[in-house]
């Protein structure tokens, strides 16, 4: 069984930063595609960044250059840094990763439980 647990939500003030973590657990054989989602009320979720295993990212628009993703291989980890925290970056975010759990290369994408960030004006 595997699970996402994330941690670092909470309120801050805008201009404020936050950092996120999401640890993967349980039986892993290797991690492909680790990201970030975001979904704000009455709203789509949507993609705020992920990260392959060798480093490589991609942003939303809307994030680039205040938030960054990184990823610990060794601890199954990936953080998102957010810096210059605006009032329309409020949302629930949930971390998701590619997992091999068999060793087969099958990959199957896992979801964390979402960890509330508001971001006051």
């Known amino acids: 069984q595997v699970q996402l647990v994330e941690s670092g939500g909470g309120l801050v003030q805008a201009g404020g930063s936050l950092r996120l973590s999401c640890a993967a657990s349980?039986?892993?054989?290797?991690?492909?595609?680790m990201g970030w989602y975001r979904q704000a009320p009455g709203k789509q979720r949507e993609l705020v960044a992920r990260i392959t295993s060798g480093g490589s990212t991609n942003y939303a628009d809307s994030v680039k250059g205040r938030f960054t993703c990184s990823r610990d291989n060794a601890k199954n980890t990936v953080y998102l840094q957010m810096n210059a925290l605006k009032p329309e970056d409020t949302a629930v975010y949930y971390c998701n990763a590619d997992i091999d759990y068999s060793g087969s290369y099958a990959y199957w994408t896992y979801w964390g439980q979402g960890t509330q960030v508001t971001v006051s004006s």
């Open positions: 349980g039986s892993i054989f290797r991690i492909n595609l």
